[in-house]
């Protein structure tokens, strides 16, 4: 079965949602990187299938190892924040180039809309985190974090071009940008409670996010039928 370790990581990852809810961080810590594992034994899975692998292919595998490498990292004992930041921010590139590698980018007016949207959308964030970092004496990260969200904001536009060009089929292109949508709200929540102030359900909700996001995302790039 070719979606079989995907099937897997999704019963994963729900029992990690249960996990981080009740706060039971031994098995956090178990399955939290499981997810990463069996999404990218899926990607894995499906290179027989494909019909002509290109370079998307090692790339998507590359940004779920700094993915991996990201949960790893935010996970353990004490303060990992900047390595983890990084190796999230290699996966977005690595993301970026994967579409690059396979999709159009003619700046038309669907396209000037979403570049737009995305861009006040993520400035309008990160001022609001900027400001919660100075009130805090935390200026030092303010840089870190506006390079990721900026990469973060390219990625996001780099997947929802896909709905605007014919380089993707509809359902790739729904699923790819769907997962980037998730991804950046992830990202978004993970910064917002880290910094400007506690969210309700916050560890559901960020990993329940991220799991479905880069699963739709690896959905995007390569599903076979």
């Known amino acids: 079965m070719k979606y079989r370790f995907l099937y897997i990581a999704l019963y994963i990852a729900i029992v990690n949602w249960v996990a981080v809810t009740k706060k039971w961080k031994w098995l956090v810590y178990l399955t939290k990187p499981a997810v990463m594992l069996a999404i990218m034994a899926y990607v894995w899975r499906l290179r027989p299938y494909l019909m002509a692998p290109d370079d998307r292919f090692n790339w998507v595998l590359g940004a779920l190892f700094f993915s991996l490498v990201g949960d790893i990292l935010l996970m353990l004992p004490g303060n990992f924040f900047i390595p983890g930041l990084i190796a999230f921010l290699l996966g977005h590139v690595a993301y970026i180039i994967s579409f690059?590698?396979?999709?159009?980018?003619?700046?038309?007016?669907?396209?000037?809309?979403?570049?737009?949207?995305?861009?006040?959308?993520?400035?309008?964030?990160?001022?609001?985190?900027?400001?919660?970092?100075?009130?805090?004496?935390?200026?030092?990260?303010?840089?870190?974090i506006l390079i990721y969200t900026g990469t973060l904001s390219v990625m996001?536009?780099?997947?929802?071009?896909?709905?605007?060009?014919?380089?993707?089929?509809?359902?790739?292109?729904?699923f790819a940008s769907g997962g980037a949508l998730l991804f950046s709200l992830s990202d978004t929540w993970l910064a917002w409670d880290r910094f400007v102030e506690p969210l309700p359900w916050r560890d559901f909700r960020i990993m329940a996010t991220y799991h479905v996001g880069q699963a739709f995302l690896c959905l995007g790039f390569l599903m076979t039928f």
Do not use: C, W
């Open 100 to 144: 690059a590698a396979v999709s159009t980018f003619t700046l038309n007016a669907p396209l000037i809309i979403v570049i737009a949207m995305v861009s006040v959308t993520a400035y309008q964030i990160y001022r609001q985190i900027a400001g919660a970092l100075t009130h805090s004496g935390k200026d030092k990260v303010k840089i870190p």
């Open 156 to 174: 996001l536009i780099m997947a929802l071009n896909t709905l605007t060009s014919n380089s993707f089929e509809t359902y790739r292109a729904l």
